[in-house]
């Protein structure tokens, strides 16, 4: 007996927040709820879709940490 098993194929809004949320990461205000939003969107598909979603999620968390690197020791350096 063969099962089918139903896969998840992003539709073009999943597709156009993946590669949005690869080429925006730096825009903090909207990076992370575009990339929240894509990588939602592709739950349970693979492919490109999925990799720049995945991909511009950790691109977001890694420019949010600089940023916030970079904020405490811009003030350590004013404030000794």
């Known amino acids: ?3 089918v098993v139903a896969k ?6 999943a597709k156009v927040l993946a ?3 690869v080429a925006c990461f730096w825009l903090l205000p ?5 990339a929240i ?12 879709s999925r990799n720049l979603a995945v991909t ?3 691109l977001c ?3 949010t940490v600089v940023m916030a690197l970079f904020i405490v020791r ?5 404030s000794l």
């Open 1 to 3: 007996m063969n099962t």
């Open 8 to 13: 998840a194929v992003p539709g073009r809004m």
């Open 19 to 21: 590669v949005l949320s």
């Open 30 to 34: 909207l990076s992370p709820i575009v």
């Open 37 to 48: 939003g894509a990588v939602s969107m592709t739950k349970g598909a693979s492919g490109w």
């Open 56 to 58: 511009g999620a950790a």
């Open 61 to 63: 968390i890694a420019y």
């Open 74 to 78: 811009l003030y350590l350096q004013i």
